[in-house]
């Protein structure tokens, strides 16, 4: 079985920066892309960011240019820097990742328990 575990949500003042983690532990044989999303209440729950296994990135229009999403492959972490804060960005922000397990030759998505996000004065 896979797990993800995510960490680094917190409170902050409009303007500054988090960095959220995600952890991925079981029996993992590939990953084939990682997510973050994010959902705010009484809202759906929309992409942010996504980075595939080439490499290649995608971010949601609102976030271009303020968020990073970045892995260690080693280390099967996937990370999201998050910068300029906005209240808008205020939300649950969950981590995602299509995964292969070892005694699998199918993919399956993962998602982590979420972690909560406040741009606030």
């Known amino acids: 079985q896979v797990q993800l575990m995510e960490s680094g949500g917190g409170l902050v003042q409009p303007g500054g920066s988090l960095r959220l983690s995600c952890a991925a532990s079981g029996s993992i044989g590939s990953i084939a892309a990682w997510g973050w999303y994010s959902q705010a209440p009484g809202k759906e729950r929309d992409l942010v960011a996504l980075?595939?296994?080439?490499?290649?990135?995608h971010y949601a229009d609102s976030v271009k240019g303020r968020f990073t999403i970045s892995r260690d492959n080693a280390k099967n972490t996937v990370y999201l820097q998050m910068n300029s804060l906005k209240p808008e960005d205020t939300a649950v922000y969950y981590c995602?990742?299509?995964?292969?397990?070892?005694?699998?030759?199918?993919?399956?998505?993962?998602w982590g328990q979420g972690t909560q996000v406040t741009a606030s004065s």
């Open positions: 980075i595939r296994n080439d490499g290649t990135t």
């Open positions: 995602n990742a299509v995964i292969r397990n070892v005694d699998s030759v199918y993919f399956h998505t993962y």
